[in-house]
């Protein structure tokens, strides 16, 4: 947890000085998220709207802990003694509602502070959420089928033990799952919830001192958490954990890259975006996989 | 005396009783009603096996009536919940008029249901069934015939429910000679292809119109939210699982292994109808995302979740069928405790409409809990035992191969999200209003049902095995052999499972420690402000400015998926029945009503029968 919380950070620290960088700017040091949290966590949090306003932040740092626990981070045994045997009793499906948790209760967090922008960011934030999740549950059901398993563990040993990654053996699916990708992290030209300019950071607007630093800390284990997860999916988990942030690093590029240089989608954009191209390979990845196995 | 018809004449008896006592004092007429309900239940969870049945001939046809592991659930179901709902409805109903109307067709329509799923033949169904039909419907109009054409809309469903079911009924006793349901499962691998589909799809019409499948399902929306919620509890709850059982019975029994056959007949009815169940659920749950109304938007979502009972039940596996009758016990607590959160909200705050409600958390904080619990089951997320159901129900869809439905079945619970959100946010949360600022809590007699249905689903989820059981011997009773089930651990049939136990250690563990740090050891150091007080990017709103963001509230979902919704089954609906007036308009030249036309008529046809004579006699 500690692992994914520092690897987090840093992830994050590097995209504000890539993208920095890319605007030609000096951007500031890498460690600086971590700076910001340490600084939210000591601040005083003055004011609050409500029990729902303590219950959001809770219920957004349990979903991304939670779904840390039942993934397995790296090939073979659990790499943790306390948690050894968590990622056997969970699948991806479960998963994948788990992961909808935090959203939806930092969403109802939001919508007690009042705020408007919060209510819109929340509403744009779902609507994309149908948008990509579609393309995203295409290319996990196809990879079920191919492999006939649902667990992730097993997705992880059928890749290990036939030495190739699903990355190869479905690419439909892997197209399909990438472009989804680019929408669950949020970054442009996906970033319709937030929007900086627009909504003024949307959902978290009326968070600030502890509630922001928990959220952020959350944030940060939840892109870790989906990495990983697509790490382990499609590229055959890692062995070890230079292999593992190598690869999780170089996936986390693709959004960040393609975000930097990209404006911003209009919510319904956004969403038919999500259901022409990437759907679509969704669905011949299904297919194939129908025909492969 | 027979238990069957003891609960029978206590439930009927009761309505009656509370519509007389009515006249005496309208608090007296509640209290009658939950007092016979609870009575039936007592009698019902105690006294009642599958010894106990009755037989008898009616005009030479044997008729019976007995309980057996399957309807067993729904019993249970019917009673513990409608003991609940009548408990609530006390206060709810409290003030308005014609009680005793309300309480007597209220008790007959749940002695109908009890009486549906006693029946073991399908004459004293049919009985039942439109009793269930004609007290519904009174309820339906209760307040008043007039609008929208809503009862009518319902009744003419119903009746083409109806007749299916008599006509299948005529043609079986022609075929069989008696119409016991047993006989009906023994015989029907001997029927003809084109009597099996016959009598397959009338059936399945009777129940879908109930279950308000696609396209049967126009009635629902209204009926549902124009009924009084107490009601509507029950009718999205039960009514509508009278569907579901009776579904499952042709589906699982009648149709038996066939189903599972690729190319028999009856895999293509099961196979229509598990693709009609995705579309109503996709279709239903859009309209519930654009919906104002929270009772508008809890009425399709209703429909939106029976299309997945209704697929569950289609497919036909071990673990889809477990899944959809646990669905289908989930949902009817569930949307139970909506409706009755809705009704409460409508009592206190005067309105439904989520455009003008908001922030009536801290007026109504237990009404709240309930409403969120029951959405956060709704919506599938673990712990609850809504995630059980849905991941019992995706596994055996991925597991059976039917990959295009597992699709539909996700887009349909992602975009559920959309309206979970909008249903708490509508009623619960955002700006508070001045208009809603002496809203209080609903009385004790409301929040205790609705509290005690959200712990139920709590239970569930952590304990699914407690369902699982009955479900398991039911499905044996259906004919689907040996079930596996388990406390707490569930698998699908590659070997994959999920531990319930575990998950909910973890989920509480990590909630625990962060609630504690928010919302107990930080909440001390911050002090509550209003809704009005909040960053607005330097601009300070004035006491009357409207900072609430509610209307159109899911604008951009719509544009996006404007294409789907650009016709609904109305439309269609209307231009059928326009279609028929214009066509009976045009017959109506001919049949003027004039005496001396009809004589013309006479001789035009007796001139055309002397002058074809020879050749149609020949």
């Known amino acids: ?293 | 005396m027979n238990n069957i018809v003891l609960i029978l004449l206590i439930l009927s008896g009761g309505g009656v009783l509370s519509f007389l006592l009515n006249r005496v004092n309208s608090q007296l007429s509640g209290l009658t009603a939950f007092v016979a309900t609870v009575a039936a239940a007592v009698l019902f969870f105690t006294g009642i096996g599958t010894a106990d049945n009755l037989n008898f001939t009616l005009g030479g046809m044997q008729l019976s009536m007995e309980i057996n592991n399957y309807s067993w659930i729904f019993g249970a179901l019917i009673l513990s919940f409608s003991s609940l709902v009548m408990l609530y409805s006390i206060s709810y109903m409290k003030g308005k008029d014609r009680l005793g109307y309300f309480y007597l067709n209220f008790m007959f329509s749940i002695a109908a249901m009890m009486g549906i799923i006693f029946s073991r033949d399908f004459i004293s169904l049919f009985i039942f069934w439109e009793i269930m039909t004609w007290s519904s419907f009174l309820i339906v109009v209760y307040q008043g015939l007039s609008e929208g054409r809503v009862g009518i809309k319902y009744m003419i469903f119903s009746a083409i429910g109806g007749y299916s079911m008599l006509l299948a009924i005529v043609f079986m006793k022609a075929q069989m000679g008696t119409v016991l349901i047993a006989d009906l499962i023994s015989h029907f691998p001997t029927f003809a292809l084109q009597q099996q589909t016959m009598v397959g799809v009338l059936l399945l019409i009777t129940f879908g119109v109930k279950a308000a499948v696609m396209p049967l399902h126009v009635w629902a929306p209204r009926a549902y939210s124009d009924s009084p919620m107490s009601y509507t509890s029950v009718f999205s709850g039960l009514l509508s699982k009278m569907g579901i059982f009776g579904m499952g019975i042709v589906l699982i029994s009648v149709f038996a292994t066939s189903s599972e056959t690729f190319g028999t007949n009856t895999f293509y009815i099961s196979n229509v109808l598990a693709w009609l169940g995705g579309i109503t659920g996709v279709i239903a749950t859009f309209y519930a995302v654009i919906q104002t109304d929270a009772k508008k938007l809890l009425a399709y979502s209703s429909i939106g979740q029976l299309g997945y009972i209704v697929m569950g039940l289609a497919v036909g596996t071990k673990l889809s069928v477990m899944a959809a009758l646990f669905l289908a016990v989930v949902h009817t607590i569930f949307k139970g405790t909506l409706f009755l959160v809705v009704g409460a909200v409508e009592r206190q705050a005067g309105t439904t409409d989520m455009t003008k409600l908001g922030a009536l958390i801290r007026k109504m904080p237990w009404t709240f809990v309930a409403a969120l619990i029951s959405i956060i089951a709704l919506a599938g997320i673990p712990p609850l035992a809504g995630f059980v159901g849905k991941w019992m129900f995706y596994e055996s869809l991925i597991v059976s191969d039917h990959y295009f439905l597992v699709i539909m079945a996700f887009l349909s619970s992602t975009a559920a999200f959309l309206y979970c959100y909008r249903f708490l946010f509508g009623l619960f949360l955002g700006q508070e209003e001045k208009e809603f600022e002496n809203v209080k809590e609903a009385p004790a007699t409301m929040v205790i049902p609705m509290m005690f249905m959200a712990l139920l689903l709590f239970v569930f989820g952590v304990f699914p095995g407690l369902l699982f059981e009955p479900i398991a011997k039911g499905m044996e009773t259906l004919g689907m052999g040996n079930v596996d089930w388990s406390m707490t651990v569930l698998g699908n049939g590659w070997g994959d499972h999920i531990d319930t136990l575990s998950i909910i250690t973890v989920i509480g563990t990590v909630f625990m420690l962060a609630f504690i740090y928010l919302g107990l050891w930080n909440r001390k150091q911050t002090r509550y402000v209003t809704t009005k007080d909040i960053h607005t990017s330097g601009e300070i709103p004035t006491e009357n400015e409207n900072l609430t963001y509610a209307v159109d509230f899911y604008k951009p979902f719509e544009r996006a998926i404007a294409p789907v919704m650009k016709r609904t089954m109305d439309f269609y609906y209307n231009h059928l029945g326009e279609g028929l007036e214009s066509f009976f308009n045009f017959l109506r030249r001919f049949y003027t009503g004039n005496g001396q036309t009809y004589a013309l008529y006479v001789i035009v046809f007796l001139v055309i029968l002397i002058l074809f004579s020879k050749q149609i006699f020949l």
């Not at chain 1, 959420?129 to 995203?136: N, T």
């Open chain 1, 1 to 293: 947890m500690l692992l994914a919380f520092v690897v987090g950070v840093f992830y994050g620290g590097f995209v504000r000085k890539i993208t920095a960088r890319v605007q030609n700017r000096v951007g500031p040091p890498v460690y600086q998220n971590f700076l910001d949290i340490l600084k939210l966590y000591s601040k005083k949090t003055a004011i609050n709207h409500g029990w729902m306003q303590h219950l959001g932040p809770a219920f957004a740092i349990t979903a991304s802990v939670t779904s840390l626990m039942f993934i397995p981070i790296l090939n073979g045994t659990g790499w943790c003694v306390w948690f050894e045997n968590l990622n056997f009793k969970g699948d991806l499906i479960f998963l994948l509602y788990m992961m909808v948790f935090g959203s939806l209760g930092m969403a109802l967090g939001a919508g007690q502070t009042g705020n408007p922008n919060s209510a819109i960011g929340v509403s744009r934030g779902l609507s994309q959420m149908v948008g990509y999740e579609i393309p995203w549950v295409l290319a996990i059901v196809a990879l079920m089928l191919q492999t006939k398993t649902t667990s992730l563990t097993g997705l992880v040993d059928f890749q290990v033990s036939n030495g190739t990654w699903m990355m190869f053996e479905s690419p439909f699916a892997f197209i399909a799952a990438v472009l989804a990708m680019l929408g669950m992290f949020h970054y442009a030209p996906f970033d319709v919830p937030f929007a900086p300019s627009e909504l003024s950071s949307g959902p978290a607007s009326e968070f600030g001192g502890k509630y922001l630093a928990l959220m952020m800390s959350s944030g940060s284990i939840f892109s870790f958490v989906k990495l990983v997860l697509i790490v382990d999916v499609f590229l055959g988990g890692a062995a070890n954990l230079i292999m593992l942030v190598v690869k999780t690093f170089t996936l986390y590029m693709i959004p960040v890259l393609y975000g930097i240089v990209s404006p911003r989608y209009r919510t319904e954009q956004s969403i038919r975006y999500f259901w022409g191209w990437p759907t679509f390979f969704g669905i011949v990845g299904v297919i194939y996989a129908v025909f492969v196995r």
